[in-house]
């Protein structure tokens, strides 16, 4: 996701972390971002409606004098109805209406907090299923798997059912209970589970480092998502690596869902060498630049990415694959190029629109294709009954990815 600040936009996890439908809920076939996005200045009023809009209001009118319970008129109602109707004509998963609840939210999971069960999920039709749940979170408490598919909220019956509605059942205030039945493959066939999760307060540290291998000098570093937290917790674990002898870095950017437009491109400065970090085109022509402007890392790097890596992640790992900063290893990423626009409307609402689409340093878009690795390398599938592979597992040996990472860095450094 991208975005610059207000109080800055955009992670992917609404009381569960929308991995990419990555998205706040990018919907669509497989995984929706909710990525970065930018805030709109204020709305004037608008101007006078085209004729195609008379039938709009003449519905109205109909309804409020016609309809025979007129108790259950709600205005309030009948006007979100109208613009979430118009927004979803768009046909873009990106853009939607955010009621004062979503916004809220919304606004949350831009600064790293929010309320919920602490889960990574995705589209998969008819099922949302999860990618993975965060480590000590309520979903991992309460039994949550990777894989696992939700076919029942509190009792309603979720199969084929829009993500961003499964979303918004499942979150809620911290404290209060959510029932959540999932299928799991077994050796024996599918198994039904029931779950009962009590939401908490989340706060996900966007950034992971460690030494993988001391001697060598080859350190790691996860990033779940690009916060406003996230370049400073960025720099501060680059100072912690190099302190420990860090000769070659392995950046992991798998199931990152993007982030903030502008802290990405402070991100980049600390891998990509003086010169372009992405360009923003705008419907009107516009062009808006981000550059590096000093050395970047200096060190060999390898950068890990999936189908799950998306738009502002994929910017960085697009940036660091163009200038050449490093070798892209994994499988093609989520291929979100679209930049959104947050406009508050009033009464504690919003709409996001998609009002610009970015190219990567080499010229390219990744939307709709991704971003392409140099080595091509596939986790190996988790066997019936097993746990998917968890990405940030050193020592799980199906980890393909980050095996091949560690040879081309011990390769490079001649260890």
Known sequence: MLTLSRRKVV????????????????????????????????LAAPRDLPEQFDRLGWTLELIQTEFVDPDQVDLDRLAEGAISGMVRALDDPYSYYLDPAA??????RT????????????????????????????????GMWPLDRIVAVDGRDVRGVPLEVV??????????????????????????????????????????AVMLDPEAGIGYLHL????????????????????????????????????????????????????????????????????????GLGLPMVVLVNA????????????????EAGTLVGTRT????????????????????????YFLPGGATPDRVG???DVLVENLEPAEGERAVRLEDLEDRRNRQLIEAMNILRQELGR
């Open 224 to 295: 779940a998502g690009i916060d406003q937290r996230t370049p400073a917790l960025v720099e501060q674990a680059l100072t912690d690596l190099r302190r420990g002898g860090l000769r070659g870095l392995i950046l992991d950017l798998r199931n990152n869902s993007g982030g903030l437009l502008a802290e990405t491109a402070m991100v980049a400065e600390h891998f990509v060498p003086r010169g372009r970090i992405v360009e923003i085109h705008s419907r009107d022509g516009q062009r808006e630049v981000f550059d590096a402007r000093g050395e």
């Open 371 to 373: 971003v392409e690795p």
């Open 334 to 357: 989520f291929g979100k190029g679209s930049v959104q626009r947050a406009y508050e409307l009033g009464e504690g609402t919003a709409l996001r629109l998609t009002t610009a689409r």
């Open 167 to 208: 979303v918004t059942l499942i979150r809620g205030p911290a404290g209060t209970p959510v029932s959540i039945s999932v299928l799991r493959r077994t050796p024996e066939g599918d198994q039904r589970l029931e779950l009962n999760i009590v939401r908490g307060r989340i706060r996900i540290n966007p950034a992971f």
């Open 308 to 323: 799950g890596t998306a738009s502002a992640a994929e910017i960085l790992a697009g940036a660091i694959r163009d200038r």
């Open 111 to 142: 600064e790293g907090e929010y309320e919920g069960i602490g889960v990574v999920v995705e589209y998969r039709d008819p099922y949302i299923t999860v990618v993975h749940p965060f480590r000590d979170s309520p979903a991992e408490r309460a």
């Open 11 to 42: 992670l992917a996890l609404l009381g569960i972390l929308l991995a990419t439908n990555l998205g706040t809920y990018i919907l669509a076939a497989g995984q929706v971002p909710i990525i970065g996005i930018r805030w709109g200045r204020g």
């Open 103 to 108: 916004y809220e939210d919304f606004i949350q």
